[in-house]
């Protein structure tokens, strides 16, 4: 490939995948850790920064050691149970949980925004229908994903929050008070882990394997180089956008700390609040705006690679155009459900798949040949699915007779799964490295 090509198609994809990355959730996390960090922000937005980015770029690295197949990174497991969680980990973050939730988010915090909580009752499922159509017309044609995202969305996702951003650092409506988080990293890493950017990441490397390979790349090298500009690229900007709205809620944010701290304004109101105090009567229509694009690019990303997975895993029986708009169908009907009750429903279901897909894809990147077979990973996943499944019984059923695991190491921190799935992959690799000799 020509080194200057190269470069620029990497940096489209890089525009590309920092887009599908910034939701609507990684819009109001970091406001939030700049209000509980006061002057010190800096350090729990690094540890939210690490703890979000850091963790996603380990799924890319793994996708791309494994060919942009996930079943190479999960199938270590064996072919039926990885079958069963990939399928799992698409619907998840697909058609019904988070694809839904990108339209209701986006009409939730936008509507309110521009003409308050007050509106017609046809008007989520005009404006849902409206969304979806959008979607639909974008992810036709997956090959040109990346370029209608890097060149077309993304600079019009960068205006909006770049208006914001560069408004409240120049004219800040408070200056930054004391930090009111016991524990600034512990916050950061937990808000981080929250995003569950590691799942998100494992769909979106399937497509972004796949245009790497569109643009030339044939040799690993190559493709890993490409790669890496792309998440550079992608990482830097999420560091500047993360960066920049921590400081808005460190500073301006603090005309609500009271009410932030009593629970009274949440995490979008907080956004929403801080926006209007920065742009005045503006400020509503840009953070319009911003979630729309956020959520938007997400939205199309989802759709794309969802849709070539089961393309390929139905052995392309299916058209792909009738499978995204299948995909596109489901989640309108979702949507209409409601942003608190979708949040509700797939919160359960995200924390029991979350820890074993975040497992599987650190282990995969310990093995020589990912997608082998091997005890470790098996007894691994198995703690991890049990404990997660423990944990979410207890805390959000209230089955009382399992609330043991909060005693487990780190419980109370949302990581009893951790030591019982180290323990256990650590076993299996006992008789794993005992059957290889």
């Known amino acids: 490939m020509n080194p200057k090509s190269t470069v620029k198609n990497s940096i489209v994809l890089g525009l590309a995948l920092f887009a599908m990355f910034f939701g609507a959730g990684n819009l109001i996390f970091p406001p939030a850790i700049g209000i509980e960090g006061g002057q010190d922000w800096f350090t729990g937005f690094i540890a ?13 690295i793994a996708m791309l050691r494994a060919d942009g197949q996930l079943d190479k990174v999960i199938g270590s497991v064996g072919r039926v149970p990885a079958t069963v ?4 980990i698409i619907a998840c973050i697909g058609p019904l949980l988070a694809i839904p939730r990108t339209a209701a988010t986006t009409y939730e915090m936008g509507s309110a925004a521009l003409f308050g909580s007050e509106l017609h009752p046809l008007a989520l499922p005009l404006f849902s229908l409206l969304f979806f159509a959008l979607v639909l017309l974008f992810s036709l044609k997956p090959g040109t994903v990346v370029s209608n995202i890097g060149r077309v969305l993304t600079p019009l996702l960068v205006a909006t929050l770049a208006a914001l951003i560069i408004a409240g650092i120049v004219n800040p409506g408070a200056a930054a008070g004391p930090a009111t988080a016991g524990n600034l990293i512990q916050e950061g890493v937990l808000n981080g882990y ?41 990482a830097l900007m999420l560091f500047a956008v993360y960066g920049g709205l921590a400081y808005l809620g460190a500073t301006t944010g603090q005309l609500w700390a009271q ?19 920065v742009l005045g009567g503006t400020g509503s229509l840009f953070l319009a705006a911003a979630v729309f694009f956020a959520c938007f690019t997400t939205a199309v990303g989802l759709v794309t690679t969802c849709s070539e997975y089961f393309h390929q895993l139905l052995g ?9 708009a299948a995909i596109c169908g489901v989640s309108l009907l979702l949507c209409n459900v409601g942003l608190s009750q979708i949040i509700q429903i797939s ?3 995200l924390m029991v798949v979350y820890p074993v897909a975040l497992f599987l894809t650190v282990a995969s990147l310990a093995q020589r040949k990912p997608g082998r077979e091997r005890l470790a ?56 490295f005992a059957r290889s000799r």
């Open 316 to 324: 392309e029986r299916v058209d792909y155009p009738l499978i995204a």
């Open 377 to 432: 990973c098996k007894l691994g996943a198995l703690a991890a699915l049990l404990v997660s499944l423990c944990s979410v019984l207890a805390g959000s059923f209230g089955v009382e007779a399992l609330a043991f695991v909060d005693l487990l190491p780190l419980g109370n921190l949302g990581f009893a799964w951790l030591l019982p799935t180290l323990v256990a992959a650590a076993l299996g690799a006992l008789v794993d």
């Open 85 to 88: 969680l990939n399928v799992a």
């Open 194 to 234: 929250q995003t569950m950017d590691v799942i998100a990441a494992l769909i979106f490397s399937i497509i972004v394997v796949q245009t790497v390979k569109d643009f030339g790349a044939a040799s690993r090298a190559s493709m890993a180089k490409s790669v890496g500009l792309a998440c550079g690229v992608s």
């Open 259 to 277: 009410e932030y701290a009593a629970g009274t304004v949440n995490q979008a109101a907080l956004l929403t609040n801080i926006s209007q105090a």
């Open 347 to 349: 919160a359960p279901i």
């Open 48 to 60: 939210y920064f690490v703890a979000d980015v850091g963790l996603a770029l380990f799924s890319v």
